[in-house]
């Protein structure tokens, strides 16, 4: 009894030294992405502490990036370590501009660096951003929302068959389901003036129920 009960707690001293260890390796990447994204000045252009603070449309436009306060929310950390590494546009149109196609002018990074600042970013929570149990779907009712009850392509692109269709003035669709967290797809589809207060997209909640809210939501985070 004796030996079984000092190896339960040598079994669990290993365990614990080993979740200390990997926090602290995490916390180092943290700390280092932290340090490499002061030292670019990235938070020249991407806001990191939230809330949100436009309150009219001159504070929108006065925006040069993405906010990046609620970005551990928001997306899967495989997608911006990889997008870190090669960045590509998300949005066809540079940051709030109808006139001027977006060029791929972002900073690369090297593995490393990706991994450091996508861990960093990944630590960037919005506590509006709650388990739902959101899974991506393909299934016809979101399609149905998405396409002909709200006409998501006016300002949305999403592969059709072998091309790729919609509007220029949102960010693309294409790859959703790789770059987003479901839930936060629905808590933004749910209550959007908490990520972006001044914006030019619907409010859903009163016109869409939360069935369809939630449909809408899977539908999105399946698409490819």
């Known amino acids: 009894m004796r030996v079984s009960v000092f190896s339960s707690i040598a ?3 290993i365990f614990a030294a080993g979740v200390l260890a990997f926090a602290a390796i995490a916390f180092a990447g943290v700390s280092e992405g932290k340090g490499i994204f ?7 252009c991407h806001q990191i502490q939230g809330p949100a603070k436009e309150k009219t449309i001159e504070d929108m436009l006065t925006k040069k990036a993405p906010e990046l306060w609620y970005a551990g929310s928001k997306f899967r950390k495989e997608f911006l370590e990889k997008w870190l ?10 940051f709030y501009s109808l006139t001027k196609k977006n060029g791929a002018n972002h900073a690369k990074l ?3 660096a990706a991994k450091d600042v996508s861990d960093y970013l990944m630590s960037l929570k919005s506590s509006d951003v709650k388990a739902a149990n959101i899974q991506p779907k393909s299934g016809p009712q979101g399609r149905v929302v998405f396409e002909k009850k709200q006409g998501c392509y006016g300002c949305h692109e999403v592969k059709k068959g072998a091309g790729v269709v919609g509007g220029l003035t949102g960010p693309t669709l294409v790859g959703a389901g790789d770059r987003l967290n479901p839930d936060w797809i ?10 972006k207060p001044v914006k030019d997209m619907p ?3 009163g016109a869409l129920s939360d069935s369809e809210l939630k449909n809408l939501a899977e539908f999105v985070a399946g698409l490819k």
């Open 11 to 13: 079994v669990f001293s």
């Open 38 to 44: 002061d030292s670019k000045n990235c938070g020249g």
């Open 85 to 94: 590494k090669d960045p590509k546009p998300i949005r066809p149109m540079e």
């Open 110 to 112: 090297d593995a490393k």
């Open 186 to 195: 629905y808590a933004y589809l749910t209550n959007p003036k908490v990520f």
């Open 203 to 205: 409010v859903y909640t």
